[in-house]
């Protein structure tokens, strides 16, 4: 993306509506912690093989270290829905046809990683309840079960692609971040998939084409005005106390 093509972008968009979802500073915040997150996940859980049987090894060895990595992953996956309305945003303003395909792709996508993230949660309590063997017997004759979310599981691996080429198509993007956002679509998608070789190219392309963008939506977005601010803490609030309520179910 050149220095001169992007103000033109977002101009345009901002031309186009000067109110959007989920705007700059969430879109922004998103775009730099989703991958950032996602990757840390990726990292945490890399020395152990990526298949499910020792995936349930290693957090039966090791099970504060693998819901963390876990964690990380999915907090950062529902972390980039706002990460890629905010791409789609900036391509539509130039691209609205790539942007509509491209972000509807990805983030239903993201909604079915959301769900295998429950999935894998469960298989984890399973060790805890019922034991390593039993929780692995489980898994294993439950692993091709079919679910609604498993209908847009090419989605994301389209999606990833469709963006990516919207992206450059657009301006947005330029051909080497291009090709780091089409590479994403390599990450593995299913039950207590670990971290394989591609997994790490995958989140090093989120990485590149997301990160120095987001830092670029927050610089030339506008401030946030006063009543926003006066928000944040009644809603920090409100997150704490849900999340500690929200353990008893």
């Not at 979802?21 to 990526?50: K, N, T």
């Not at 789609?88 to 990805?106: D, N, S, Y």
């Not at 990833?160 to 080429?165: G, H």
């Not at 006063?226 to 609030?237: C, L, S, Y």
Request: hydrophobic share 55%; charged share 10%; glycine share 10%.
């Amino acid at each position: 993306m050149t220095n001169d093509t992007y103000p033109q972008i977002t101009e345009r968009a901002h031309r186009i509506e000067r109110f959007w979802f989920p705007g700059p500073w969430v879109g922004g915040i998103a775009m730099i912690l989703g991958p950032l997150l996602m990757s840390a996940g990726v990292l945490v859980r890399i020395r152990y093989h990526f298949f499910f049987p020792q995936q349930l090894e290693a957090y039966d060895a090791e099970p504060a270290l693998m819901v963390a990595a876990y964690s990380l992953f999915v907090a950062g996956n529902v972390l980039m829905w706002p990460a890629v309305a905010t791409l789609a945003r900036l391509i539509g303003a130039t691209r609205p046809g790539w942007a509509v395909w491209g972000g509807t792709l990805v983030t239903l996508g993201l909604f079915t990683r959301t769900f295998h993230g429950g999935i894998d949660h469960l298989a984890f309590q399973l060790v805890d309840v019922q034991g390593l063997e039993v929780a692995t017997r489980a898994v294993s004759d439950s692993y091709t079960a079919w679910h609604l979310f498993r209908l847009p599981a090419l989605a994301i691996v389209v999606g990833w692609v469709v963006l990516a080429i919207g992206a450059y198509r657009s301006g947005v993007l330029g051909p080497v971040r291009s090709i780091a956002l089409g590479c994403v679509w390599v990450l593995a998608l299913g039950t207590l998939k670990g971290t394989e070789p591609q997994s790490l190219l995958a989140v090093t392309g989120l990485c590149v084409a997301f990160v120095p963008l987001g830092v670029r939506v927050l610089r030339d977005g506008p401030r946030p005005a006063g009543r926003t601010w006066a928000w944040i803490a009644p809603a920090v609030v409100s997150v704490v106390l849900l999340a500690v309520f929200g353990l008893d179910g």
